[in-house]
């Protein structure tokens, strides 16, 4: 007969009232959302509505993930009827960082003793109730008596005992070892491989400017410096993100060290960098790569995304949109009379309005000849280009029957104006401030 490799990872078979634990999403129902405790061999748990957020959300899943382990609080136990009643709104920051460290230790603890049962063929909660919650008990949690195991296997293991009948009959129970040699063997075995330290990763953002004369090579010189504040046990690696931001990282045994290490490579890094008038801003300081930190990382996104989320967020959202499709539709694409079925590229020199523009006319594309559109905006350029050159650059990139649409002021527009018709381009203008000009085929 096959052992039964199902159990929980705790000896209590409920968990207490006010605790957090690591659930994940089975089903969903009209009122509430049902769910697997992981840490106690998935007995079915249940969230009201009410119980998922302070505030109004659209639907249960942009709340709890599904095959994402969650930490929720504990309301309500009725071991009887074994009803358990969760809530994800009443859970702190504090409870969650508790519950993920907590659940991570016992998952680690839980594989390894699940493993070795099926090896020795015992069922799992023997297992457990002769040395995984004895372990417990005693050093607060059985991944602690693990660590000591990997140095020291004799000083847990043989003070395990429990107690069997006597087959004489002479004495009710003895008192003998709860850990055989063999078993002994595969425990061992399997907690030195699981459990011997892996590297940890270290990764910290930075952003770096240098606009002196050979900034480039100032940025690799700096860059130099950071690596060579490295060792062996924390070697530092510089990678390019996108100019201007870089991400530096190492990998250590040693987290504290390893953090330390990243933190003098910055400041290295910034002292060269600050010698030719340079600039470095650290975007995220140094921390461990981890599943602990990419779930706080994720916390904080969905943060940021429920507070966009708000109600008052999204009238304003939609109001903003509706705004800008009338104004495309009413000012670009029906009043500014142009051939938009002839129009393939746009090169909009102005996001603002080009983004909306060719969202609106993606769908209004014809075969046949095609030209190009640009959008412009002189006076943001103006400062820096004279308008006849800006004028003559347009003329070489634009074919023949190419449109030119400049928003601006009336004063940009009538100095404009001379110039396109003085090159034979037709030139209409709508509410004052729309100048849209078509290029012809004659050459000087």
């Known amino acids: 007969m096959a052992p039964n490799l199902e159990c929980r990872m705790y000896e209590a078979k409920y968990p207490e009232v006010g ?19 992981l840490e106690y061999d998935n007995i079915e748990g249940m969230i009201l509505f009410s119980e998922l957020s302070r505030r109004l959300i659209r639907g249960v899943r942009s709340i709890i993930k599904v095959s994402h382990p969650e930490p929720v609080m504990v309301l309500r136990v009725d071991e009887d009827k074994g009803y358990i009643d969760l809530s994800k709104r009443r859970v702190t920051e504090e409870d969650i960082e508790a519950c993920v460290e907590r659940y991570d230790k016992s998952k680690l603890v839980h594989s390894i003793m699940r493993h070795v049962a099926e090896a020795m063929d015992i069922d799992l909660e023997e297992l457990y109730i002769h040395i995984g919650w004895p372990l417990y008990r005693k050093y607060g949690h059985a991944f602690e008596a693990f660590k000591i195991i990997v140095r020291d296997p004799d000083s847990v293991l043989n003070s395990l005992t429990r107690e069997v009948k ?27 491989r699981r459990m011997t330290p892996q590297p940890v990763k270290i990764r910290a953002d930075i952003e770096m400017k240098c606009f002196h004369f050979d900034g480039v090579l100032h940025i690799k010189e700096a860059m130099r410096r ?31 060290q390893g953090i330390l290490v990243l933190n003098n490579a ?66 670009y694409a029906d009043g500014l009379s142009i051939n938009w079925p002839s129009v393939r590229n746009v090169m909009d020199m102005n996001a603002g309005y080009g983004g909306f523009l060719f969202k609106n006319l993606e769908k209004r594309y014809d075969h046949g ?28 990139i634009l074919r023949p029957d190419g449109y030119l649409v400049v928003q601006d002021s009336l004063e940009v527009i009538s100095k404009l104006s001379p110039i396109l018709l003085s090159l034979n381009w037709s030139v209409t203008l709508h509410q004052n401030q729309f100048l849209v000009s078509q290029k012809s085929f004659w050459r000087p």
């Open 19 to 37: 605790m957090a634990v690591m659930i994940q999403l089975k089903s969903i129902s009209e009122t509430s959302a049902y769910v697997s405790l």
């Open 166 to 192: 006597d087959p004489d009959g002479k004495e009710a129970t003895k008192v003998v070892p709860a850990v055989s040699g063999e078993l002994k063997k595969a425990l061992v075995k399997n907690i030195q």
């Open 226 to 256: 950071a690596e060579a504040a490295g060792n062996n046990d924390c070697p530092v690696k510089f990678k390019l993100v996108a100019p201007p931001l870089y991400v530096l990282t190492t990998q250590t045994l040693d987290k504290e």
């Open 266 to 331: 910055i400041i290295a890094c910034t002292e060269a960098i600050e010698q030719h008038k340079g600039q470095l801003a650290v975007k995220e300081a140094p921390s461990a790569v981890s599943i602990h930190e990419a779930l706080k990382s994720r916390r904080h996104m969905e943060h940021r995304e429920r507070h966009f989320d708000s109600t008052e967020d999204n009238q304003m959202f939609y109001q903003d949109t509706k705004h800008w499709s009338q104004l495309v539709s009413d000012v």
């Open 369 to 396: 000849m095609f030209f190009y559109l640009i959008l412009f905006y002189i006076t943001s350029i103006s400062f820096k280009c004279d308008i006849v050159d800006v004028v003559a650059e347009v003329d070489r």
